[in-house]
């Protein structure tokens, strides 16, 4: 049962480019997204959020884009920096009924320098 | 800055014994989860509690799990028998409010291992 998924296991990029992280969804009930960031022997850690309502959420070097026809969002990292590192999750969640955090199976980022 | 807090950060137990998992949630916050990941899998979701009852909760969530709020600050997970499937990273989170901000703050989580 994929609901939220994350297709590309991994990603390497330069120190100073644009970092994008992808994932799809299939249950069209989901109308709010969120991305967290997860290093190792640590919990999940909130980075930028988006609602059905709105395509694009900026904070800082992080941007959120939602393709809701598509069922598609993506993570924009820009500039990319070392300390990016670490596995990235997309998790979806139906508002209305639901508080639950539907997770994606993660994508992990290498920033090289 | 507040955070999610718990303990242990390691628990290894015997199958068919029984655990606690104790999460301190942020202070002002109204609504705890408890999530898991076993090695390699994605983050599952398994027990939402809000207003000293569960909310939602998921198929993994069977008879062997239980939440509580004992007192104004902790929150528990007990599994009364465990089985060697239940070996995983547990992670707790609360959020504020279900209006307008969704987001929910997770703790650095217990890793447990049933041998």
């Known amino acids: 049962d994929q609901q939220v998924k994350q297709n590309s296991p991994s990603l390497s990029v330069q120190e100073g480019r644009i970092s994008i992280l992808n994932c799809d969804y299939t249950n069209s009930m989901f109308d709010y997204f969120l991305w967290y960031k997860k290093y190792p022997a640590e919990g999940p850690t909130f980075l930028i959020s988006?609602?059905?309502?709105?395509d694009k959420n900026e904070d800082g070097r992080f941007t959120v884009f939602l393709n809701k026809s598509a069922k598609h969002l993506s993570l924009h990292i820009v500039p990319s920096q070392p300390g990016d590192s670490a596995v990235y999750f997309c998790a979806a969640l139906n508002t209305g009924t639901a508080s639950k955090l539907t997770f994606g199976t993660g994508t992990r980022l290498q920033v090289t320098l | 800055e507040p955070e999610v807090t718990q303990t242990p950060s390691h628990q290894v137990t015997q199958m068919g014994q029984e655990v606690i998992l104790r999460c301190v949630p942020i202070s002002n916050h109204l609504y705890f989860y408890w999530y898991r990941q076993i090695l390699g899998q994605k983050v599952e979701f398994l027990v939402s509690f809000y207003n000293n009852e569960i909310s939602e909760k998921s198929e993994i969530f069977d008879d062997q799990f239980s939440v509580e709020r004992p007192d104004g600050s902790n929150f528990t997970l007990k599994i009364r028998s465990t089985k060697l499937e239940d070996s995983a990273m547990y992670f707790c989170a609360s959020s504020e409010t279900l209006a307008v901000n969704y987001e929910q703050y997770f703790g650095p989580g217990t890793r447990l291992t049933v041998t």
């Open positions: 988006i609602s059905s309502i709105k």
